[in-house]
T-cell receptor, first 116, second 115 residues
Framework: AQKITQTQPGMFVQEKEAVTLDCTYDTSDPSYGLFWYKQPSSGEMIFLIYQGSYDQQNATEGRYSLNFQKARKSANLVISASQLGDSAMYFCAMREIKGSGYALNFGKGTSLLVTP | DAGITQSPRYKITETGRQVTLMCHQTWSHSYMFWYRQDLGHGLRLIYYSAAADITDKGEVPDGYVVSRSKTENFPLTLESATRSQTSVYFC??????????????FGDGTRLSIL
């Protein structure tokens, strides 16, 4: 069975600084995918970035990057140059195959507060 | 481009009542999902559907019923609501799994309170 662990319930970072949100996972499937979503206070779920287990390079999307360490089973999200608008809940999720598609197994999330 | 729409956004009801949460998507995505979000649990999968008339249970299906007569709609029904079903419910969709790096797209959620 899969398991996603986010050990940081809450984090603080100063504006313009970089911050790393931790995510560790456990799976016996050699092929897997990891997603990060952002949930601002307004409640919607916003997709940020994806990392596949066979991807050769760490994923990057603008100010977001993934520090993917396969041997350690970790997929930490790095946000560079934090902005006040980055204050939100952040969820790490793992793809679980369902037939020809997939569902997502989510971690419990990390609340990030960016301070001026 | 409406995307994926959930209704209602907020609902208050009483224990024992039946309530239906609606989900509509305009992308013709094959897969649709219902998740619930509770403090300390993240999001958990209730039911999913691979196509019209094909549904299957997720992690926490008890007390819920789904149907999918049309590709674009995926309603979730609580047949006899209980207080433990107070939660925020999210509907999501994704394309047929030819490319498994495609993200799921979420609706804005329905906040359901059961008194």
């Amino acid at each position: 069975a899969q398991k996603i662990t986010q050990t940081q319930p809450g984090m603080f970072v100063q504006e313009k600084e970089a911050v790393t949100l931790d995510c560790t996972y456990d799976t016996s499937d050699p092929s897997y995918g990891l997603f990060w979503y952002k949930q601002p206070s307004s409640g919607e779920m916003i997709f940020l970035i994806y990392q596949g287990s066979y991807d050769q390079q760490n994923a990057t999307e603008g100010r977001y990057s993934l520090n993917f360490q396969k041997a350690r089973k970790s997929a930490n999200l790095v946000i560079s140059a934090s902005q006040l608008g980055d204050s939100a809940m952040y969820f790490c999720a793992m793809r679980e195959i369902k037939g020809s598609g997939y569902a997502l197994n989510f971690g419990k999330g990390t609340s990030l507060l960016v301070t001026p | 481009d409406a995307g994926i729409t959930q209704s209602p956004r907020y609902k208050i009801t009483e224990t024992g009542r039946q309530v239906t949460l609606m989900c509509h998507q305009t992308w013709s995505h094959s897969y649709m999902f219902w998740y619930r979000q509770d403090l300390g649990h993240g999001l958990r999968l209730i039911y999913y559907s691979a196509a019209a008339d094909i549904t299957d249970k997720g992690e926490v299906p008890d007390g819920y019923v789904v149907s999918r007569s049309k590709t674009e709609n995926f309603p979730l029904t609580l047949e006899s609501a209980t207080r433990s079903q107070t939660s925020v419910y999210f509907c999501a969709s994704s394309e047929w799994g030819t490319s498994q790096n495609q993200p799921q797209h979420f609706g804005d959620g329905t906040r359901l309170s059961i008194l």
